[in-house]
């Protein structure tokens, strides 16, 4: 054993014991040379003393030095006590084997863990939770290598307990980044949803569902860009083209909720317009008294919407046309445009009707009925084409009569129907005030037609209904000015500025 002692920073001294069995040092040799005989005494002297003193190094210190060694008694007192590591328990056999079972066990389900925290690239999102969990790990395999079972277990099942946070995080971010997904997938957000569903596969590279949003995610451009193709088409009245779109988006991603509505919508439009055109050519068939194919058209238009009253009535009508003398016919034809609310064609069959029969009661009455329902029809159709008429005092009370009218009718179809609900939501607009601001530099006197004198002031607010209005500003010594500003329903307008700024 080898004893250090510091001391200059620069030296140390070692002591080494010599070894018993070294041989003792051969005598100097005499040195050969010229001097005399007297001169080579002291040179024998000095070697014998060597001689003498190399003796008492082999034999004499050793002995010494174990003396003066203190005793394992003195030593301990002497040097600092070192700390004693703590000791194994003291187990049975039959208890270290259980306890090196359990390790083992808990080891097992710890590699199962590992190797699904790993394949959910943990060490990715773990941060310090994952650190720990590692640093648990290797302690308990360091202690299963020592066989130091009883550290082995805590370190194990605290590493489990680690693995098991850890997955349920993962679980937690996985159900969260996938319902983000979803959500900007519906929201029509692909670079979202590509980064969410992308997130869950760094953590779960199988999950199914992950896996088809990001396709689906990466698809969304061009199914998005195929959707605005079908709305600016349907919104031109191409319901084909529209339809088409709509299709091939849905060839990319069936599951666009808003394309595969759209189609559906597309497609009922479509079968309308069908069978508006299956029944117009019915009944022109029928005023052509051309009743084979009335029947065909009416029978078509039954197939696009089956027991539909209205088809059914064409049809029975094309099938008893011929036994129908002329004026049954001419009133079963005018009834028919009546029901689908062709006022023109209505009157014309009664018309033709009192040509044949001016007593004819039936066509009196229709008569009078249809061209009352179709003056009322193009008031209402010009007023909802031309809402701005609504403007002014006069026409908006003849609306709100017109609406009178209208809405005291029982039968409505859907055209009077469609036409009474607008006309409401315009008249309401129209006679809802809009709060304007003026604004002025409290010299110029303001009067505002329709309204009255507002005088001066440097900011106002009316209540004004929709229309169009003119604002005067007057001041002495300076040019008037007007103002023309137009207040839309249900719009804000910016302040409106009437100042005199002009000198005369």
């Known amino acids: 054993?080898?004893?250090?002692?510091?001391?200059?920073?620069?030296?140390?001294?070692?002591?080494?014991?010599?070894?018993?069995?070294?041989?003792?040092?051969?005598?100097?040799?005499?040195?050969?040379?010229?001097?005399?005989?007297?001169?080579?005494?002291?040179l024998i002297a000095v070697g014998l003393l060597l001689l003498t003193l190399a003796g008492g190094v082999f034999f004499v210190l050793p002995n010494w030095v174990a003396e003066q060694s203190p005793s394992p008694e003195v030593r301990a007192e002497l040097e600092p006590p070192i700390p004693n590591a703590p000791e194994a328990p003291a187990l049975s056999p039959e208890e270290l084997a259980a306890l090196q079972?359990?390790?083992?066990?808990?080891?097992?389900?710890?590699?199962?863990?590992?190797?699904?925290?790993?394949?959910?690239?943990?060490?990715?999102?773990?941060?310090?939770?994952?650190?720990?969990?590692r640093e648990s790990s290797r302690?308990?395999?360091?202690?299963?290598?020592?066989?130091?079972?009883?550290?082995?277990?805590?370190?194990?099942?605290?590493?489990?307990?680690?693995?098991?946070?850890?997955?349920?995080?993962?679980?937690?971010?996985?159900?969260?980044?996938?319902?983000?997904?979803?959500?900007?997938?519906?929201?029509?957000?692909?670079?979202?949803?590509?980064?969410q569903y992308g997130l869950v596969l760094a953590i779960d590279a199988e999950n199914s569902v992950a896996r088809e949003g990001l396709a689906r995610a990466e698809k969304l451009p061009e199914v998005l860009a195929l959707v605005r193709q079908a709305q600016d088409a349907q919104r031109a009245g191409e319901l084909e083209q529209a339809a088409q779109h709509y299709r091939?988006?849905?060839?990319?991603?069936?599951?666009w909720l808003p394309a595969s509505s759209a189609l559906a919508d597309v497609e009922e439009m479509l079968r309308d317009r069908g069978f508006e055109a299956q029944m117009s050519h019915g009944?022109?068939?029928?005023?052509?008294?051309?009743?084979?194919?009335?029947?065909?058209?009416?029978?078509?238009?039954?197939?696009?919407?089956?027991?539909?009253?209205?088809?059914?009535?064409?049809?029975?009508?094309?099938?008893?046309?011929?036994?129908?003398?002329?004026?049954?016919?001419?009133?079963?034809?005018?009834?028919?445009?009546?029901?689908?609310?062709l006022w023109s064609q209505a009157i014309e069959q009664y018309e033709h009707a009192l040509e044949t029969d001016t007593t004819l009661i039936f066509a009196q009455q229709g008569l009078t009925r249809t061209r009352a329902r179709a003056d009322l029809d193009t008031k209402l159709g010009h007023l909802l084409a031309n809402p701005n008429l609504l403007f002014d005092d006069g026409v908006l009370a003849d609306s709100r009569e017109l609406l009178a009218e209208a809405r005291a009718i029982e039968e409505r179809g859907q055209r009077l129907t469609g036409q009474i609900e607008e006309?409401?939501?315009?008249?309401?607009?129209?006679?809802?005030?809009?709060?304007?601001?003026?604004?002025?530099?409290?010299?110029?006197?303001?009067?505002?037609?329709?309204?009255?004198?507002?005088?001066?002031?440097a900011v106002t607010t009316v209540e004004l209904r929709p229309g169009t209005y003119t604002a005067v500003g007057s001041r002495n010594g300076y040019r008037d000015v007007r103002e023309t500003f137009t207040v839309y329903p249900g719009r804000e307008l910016a302040p409106i500025r009437v100042q005199c700024v002009e000198p005369i």
């Open 1 to 42: 054993m080898e004893e250090r002692h510091d001391r200059d920073p620069g030296h140390e001294e070692v002591i080494v014991p010599v070894k018993a069995s070294q041989a003792p040092a051969s005598p100097a040799p005499v040195l050969e040379g010229r001097a005399p005989r007297a001169s080579r005494l002291p």
């Open 101 to 133: 079972q359990q390790a083992e066990s808990l080891l097992a389900e710890l590699l199962t863990q590992q190797a699904r925290l790993e394949a959910f690239s943990a060490s990715e999102w773990g941060a310090g939770a994952w650190t720990e969990y």
């Open 139 to 195: 302690a308990g395999d360091d202690a299963y290598l020592a066989n130091a079972f009883h550290d082995a277990v805590p370190a194990y099942s605290r590493a489990l307990e680690l693995g098991a946070q850890l997955l349920e995080r993962s679980t937690t971010i996985v159900d969260a980044a996938l319902e983000a997904g979803r959500a900007a997938l519906e929201a029509g957000n692909a670079a979202v949803a590509a980064e």
């Open 248 to 255: 091939e988006a849905l060839a990319i991603d069936a599951a």
């Open 283 to 341: 009944l022109a068939a029928l005023a052509a008294e051309d009743y084979d194919r009335a029947h065909e058209f009416f029978n078509a238009a039954l197939v696009i919407r089956p027991g539909a009253t209205e088809a059914l009535d064409g049809s029975l009508q094309a099938e008893q046309g011929q036994r129908l003398d002329q004026i049954a016919l001419i009133e079963a034809r005018a009834l028919a445009f009546e029901r689908r609310e």
């Open 423 to 457: 006309l409401g939501r315009l008249v309401t607009l129209a006679s809802t005030p809009v709060t304007v601001e003026l604004r002025s530099d409290q010299m110029t006197d303001v009067m505002l037609y329709r309204i009255g004198e507002l005088g001066a002031f």
